[in-house]
Structure formats: C-alpha cells, structure tokens
C-alpha cells in the first residue's frame, strides 16, 4: 500500500519561503515522475509543478515560474515544493502526487497525498 504524506504546510508572510515535503511508504516511488498540484476553495485542483523521476527535468505553470522550485531525493524517497515569495493567488491545499506521465492533468496521477494547508498574510 502507497501512502504519499505531505507536510511543511501553513501559514507564510506574502514575500516569505516555505518549503513542503512529501514522503513516500510502502512502495518506493524512486523510479515515478512527480508532481505537485494545488486547489483553493471554489476551484479546480490545478497544476503547480512536476519533475521527473531522475529529477533532470521540471515543468512549472506560469505563476509560479521563478518562485517555485520542485526538487526530490530518491534515496529519501521525497519530494519538496520550495515556495519562495508567496502571494495573495498561493493559498490552497496543496497535494503530491506520483506515478504517472510528466502531465498537467491530475487525472493521469496513480497516487496521491492527503494535501497539506498553505495560507499567505499580507
């Protein structure tokens, strides 16, 4: 059984850095492409990074390009999200997810983290 646990998350000065974890169990993931997704109240859970399994390659959406970074560690069998100047568009619960083709698209995901809270002040 696959457990995928997010931590790291909540609340961060709008211009500050946070950094998420999310641990792999049960299986080693090492070998899986990556991702991080987020969904704030009201709206769809939409793509925020992704990273493939060597971690030789990222992909970013816009908003966050240059603020952002994914990184993993194979030998922890971890993934991070650091969140460098958070703005007021960041708040959201924000999940991991693995196995799965280098997508955009939440569906294409096998496994999935519980989601962890980050909430920006102004």
């Known amino acids: 059984q696959v457990q995928l646990v997010e931590s790291g998350g909540g609340l961060v000065q709008a211009g500050g850095s946070l950094r998420l974890s999310c641990a792999a169990s049960?299986?080693?993931?090492?070998?899986?492409?990556k991702a991080w997704f987020r969904q704030a109240p009201g709206r769809e859970r939409e793509f925020v990074a992704a990273?493939?399994?060597?971690?030789?390659?990222?992909y970013y959406t816009d908003s966050v390009k240059g603020r952002f970074t994914i990184s993993r560690d194979n030998a922890k069998n971890t993934l991070y999200l650091q969140m460098n100047s958070p703005n007021p568009e960041d708040p959201a619960v924000y999940y991991c997810?693995?196995?799965?083709?280098?997508?955009?698209?939440?569906?294409?995901?096998?496994?999935w983290g519980q989601g962890t809270q980050v909430t920006v002040s102004s």
């Open positions: 997810a693995a196995d799965g083709p280098i997508s955009r698209n939440y569906v294409d995901y096998n496994y």
């Open positions: 049960g299986r080693t993931l090492s070998s899986t492409n």
């Open positions: 990273i493939n399994w060597s971690g030789g390659l990222t």
